[in-house]
């Protein structure tokens, strides 16, 4: 292999501050959008489809129209496998530097021509603030592009000890068929990269973004279009859930599934599957992140203003909507007192509402469906007599999706708040006594079935070690001193297990390794003219 890319480096967050260039572009793209509407439809093999229309509503104002969304049926389903197929003879043949190039430029394109633009999508569509698009769609969706490229040139290139008279390689081959990329609504940058990082491996893809995602996913395929993907590499279905998974899990060139949402959803997918094994022409891959009950615990010789900061942010950023946000915390009787009162103040300084209006920390909750879940949580905690709110507990869907952060204290570490996960701006407290420790860290590892995030909080350097211990297998993603939300590409390589995934680490050579399947090739040079050993003589 000749090429060597250089080395890429994190992608800057701009910070928008009042008049600067960043700022002022945004603006004008988010009035633009507003005024806009736009058509999202499946791309298959090169062409835009039909279909059913609904309507892309934002979150936090449910009576503005964005546009119209097309969902297809099986037949698209199906056409975009065969288109899938029928691109894999020409793509999985091209040189892997010409690949790289593709994403390389989609990520100069998205960081620079594309950025206002892709922002004020993110924002609007998923109801991020800001801070939170950026370091979304731009800062880690091109992160994304690049590291996987540096990745996978450093996977290639380890081969194998060629001794004299022999030449041995590793052909990194893509997997046998297509891959299905299911991908989530809550961060763009895992929508851009689940398709994505398969196919810069010379496989090809069928996408189906979540239909709460589609109006920024619509600009990351015109991105990909822009930089030069060729037809049918990735095929974006906008489809049923349902409908995706009968039709493509039942075909014989199913393989592999690059999976992001709920632990129910992925237990289905991968019991259809199973039962569909005989059919396949390869035993699938499967690589997902699901879900997680991240958590906060808290040593007596912590720090409680970073303990109130890491809670207020890691708890109810993006409304809670992180797979990684903290959800659960356990903190020591003698601090307890003074970092809940820091965090109630900070709470009660949290400005709400729509996320144009810059000086908002909190926006809506991505819809209806989410609303009533995670409404039905506080009203559980609001008439439990094991919980005490603290804090919030008041929603309002008249205008958007509109939740109220809201704060619990329970007396039952294993109280329903504490172990299922709510995916809204819901934290629960459990105070525990200072002797007691050791033993909750235990209780830390015991309580929920999840395996994603986690954080612990101490000045103590025995306590750090002996909680490192402890908890070794309770997360994936393990902060010291820090907030359980924010993992960086090339920095904190992503994912979890237990119920949380299968750990493949988004952002690292250990999800792109999974879309190979490397051919071992031994090559003679003077092959032996003799069939006997000597040890025959």
């Known amino acids: 292999m000749m090429w060597e890319f250089p080395l890429p480096a994190n992608e800057p967050v701009l910070p928008h501050a009042p008049s600067s260039p960043e700022r002022q572009a945004l603006e004008k793209a988010l009035q633009t959008a507003y005024q806009s509407e736009v058509a999202v439809k499946s791309y298959i093999g090169g062409q835009f489809w039909e279909g059913e ?68 999508a993110c924002m609007i569509g998923q109801s991020k603030t800001v801070f939170q698009s950026e370091i979304d769609i ?27 008279l022999t030449r041995n390689r590793l052909d990194y081959r893509p997997l046998e068929g297509f891959v299905l990329a299911i991908t989530p609504f809550n961060f763009a940058s895992i929508a851009g990269n689940l398709p994505t990082a398969p196919a810069l491996m010379g496989n090809t893809v069928v996408w189906k973004p979540a239909e709460t995602q589609l109006y920024s996913a619509r600009v990351i395929l015109e991105v990909l279009l822009e930089a030069g993907l060729p037809e049918g590499v990735i095929n974006m279905v906008v489809a049923s859930g349902p409908v995706v998974g009968e039709v493509a ?38 690589v997902a992140e699901t ?145 007691q420790w050791e033993s909750s860290l235990r209780l830390v590892d015991e309580t929920s079935p999840y395996g994603l995030t986690g954080a612990i909080w101490a000045q103590d350097r025995a306590v750090i070690h002996k909680a490192l211990e402890e908890l070794r297998f309770a997360a994936g993603n393990l902060y010291v001193n820090d907030k359980p939300t924010g993992a960086v590409v090339n920095q904190q390589p992503f994912g979890g297990a237990r119920a949380s995934g299968t750990n493949d680490k988004a952002g690292s050579p250990w999800n792109l390794i999974r879309w190979v399947s490397p051919r071992a090739i031994k090559e003679s040079f003077l092959p032996p003219g003799d069939y006997r050993y000597p040890f025959m003589g």
């Open 249 to 286: 899990l039942a075909h014989s060139a199913f393989a592999g599934l690059h999976f992001t949402g709920s632990t129910g959803t992925l237990n289905h997918l991968w019991q259809r599957i199973g039962e569909n094994l005989p059919r396949y022409r390869s035993y699938p891959r499967i």
């Open 291 to 435: 879900g997680g009950k991240d958590f906060v615990w808290v040593h007596a010789s912590a720090d409680p203003q970073g303990i109130a900061v890491a809670l207020a942010r890691g708890a109810y950023e993006y409304q809670g909507q992180k797979c990684s946000a903290a959800s659960r915390a356990y903190l020591p009787a003698s601090l307890a007192d003074d970092i809940l009162q820091r965090l109630t103040q900070m709470m009660a300084d949290f400005r709400m509402g729509p996320p144009e209006d810059f000086r908002n920390f909190i926006t809506a909750v991505i819809d209806k469906k989410a609303f009533d879940k995670i409404t039905s949580y506080i009203e559980l905690g609001k008439n439990d007599p094991e919980i005490t709110l603290l804090y919030g507990g008041q929603y309002d869907d008249s205008e958007g999706y509109f939740i109220q952060p809201t704060l619990f204290l329970t007396q039952n570490p294993k109280h329903r708040l504490m172990e299922e996960e709510i995916f809204g701006p819901v934290l629960t407290v459990y105070v525990y006594p200072d002797a």
């Open 53 to 120: 229309p609904f309507p892309l509503i934002p979150p936090h104002r449910k009576k503005h129209r964005l546009g119209m969304a097309y969902r297809t049926d099986a037949q698209g389903v199906a056409a975009a496998i065969e288109a899938a197929l029928k691109a894999h003879a020409s793509w999985s043949r091209w040189p892997f530097e010409k690949r790289a190039e593709i994403f390389l430029k989609a990520a100069d394109l998205l960081s620079q021509k594309y950025r206002a633009y892709a922002n004020a």
């Open 138 to 164: 731009i800062a880690e969706l091109a992160d994304f592009w690049r590291f996987n490229v540096h990745y996978a040139e450093w996977l290639m290139r380890w081969q194998p000890y060629s001794p004299p």
